[in-house]
């Protein structure tokens, strides 16, 4: 069955300070990834989707990016952090019927 | 100019009461899905519906897609306190890989 990893659950960060959230999947092959964030508990909004390794696309400009360095690893980065990144943020693989969603990382930046 | 709208925002009911949450677009979709989230949780999807007029049933939620594909509602029978959550529905945009999520609904059921 397939699976997705999410890490770490809670993450409390400096202004101006690097970010790193990893997600992986395992029980599938090339699936597609996607990093939403969600601001108060409320719709998701989709930051960055990847269909293979090495292809991104990014939906809202931003102080985020992402990387994709093996077929079933996602990576949200960022240089340095603003406290407008605060949020949840969820990882989420589908493969063409709906979504699978990590339990996500709540990211407080201070 | 929010694609898919639901209503109500929040909505607080008595364990037992039965109720229903509504998902609007002005837009026709080849299908649709409902998610639940709890708090501090991902979304978990619920069901997909494809075909104008479907009803499909999951214990107590009845899940219905419109005839004309641009709306579904999300009817809970004798609502139960582990029913609380945020009810999220979502559309695939055609041509892409991409969901997109309506506003969402949350839901408090008190015991």
């Known amino acids: 069955s397939q699976t997705i990893h999410q890490w770490p659950a809670t993450l409390v960060q400096p202004v101006g300070s690097p970010l790193s959230l990893e997600c992986t999947v395992e029980?599938?092959?090339?699936?597609?990834l996607y990093w939403y964030r969600q601001a108060a508990g409320r719709g998701l909004q989709l930051l960055f989707y990847s269909v293979g390794i090495g292809q991104i696309s990014s939906e809202v400009p931003q102080n985020l990016s992402a990387s994709r360095p093996q077929d079933r690893q996602f990576i949200l980065s960022s240089k340095k952090l603003l406290l407008s990144d605060s949020g949840f943020y969820l990882c989420?693989?589908?493969?063409?019927?709906?979504?699978?969603f990590g339990s996500g990382t709540r990211l407080t930046v201070v | 100019t929010q694609l898919l709208e639901q209503s109500p925002q929040f909505l607080s009911i008595q364990e037992g009461e039965n109720l229903t949450v509504y998902c609007n677009s002005s837009s026709v979709f080849s299908s649709l899905q409902w998610y639940r989230q709890e708090p501090g949780e991902g979304p978990v999807l619920l069901v997909t519906v494809v075909t104008g007029g479907e009803v499909k049933k999951l214990k107590r939620l009845t899940f219905q897609f419109g005839d004309a594909r641009k709306d579904s509602s999300l009817h809970i029978t004798a609502a139960q306190p582990g029913d609380t959550g945020l009810y999220l529905c979502a559309v695939g945009r055609s041509g892409t890989y991409k969901y997109i999520f309506g506003t969402g609904t949350r839901l408090k059921v008190l015991a």
């Open positions: 989420a693989w589908s493969a063409g019927d709906g979504y699978t």
């Open positions: 029980g599938t092959s090339n699936p597609n």
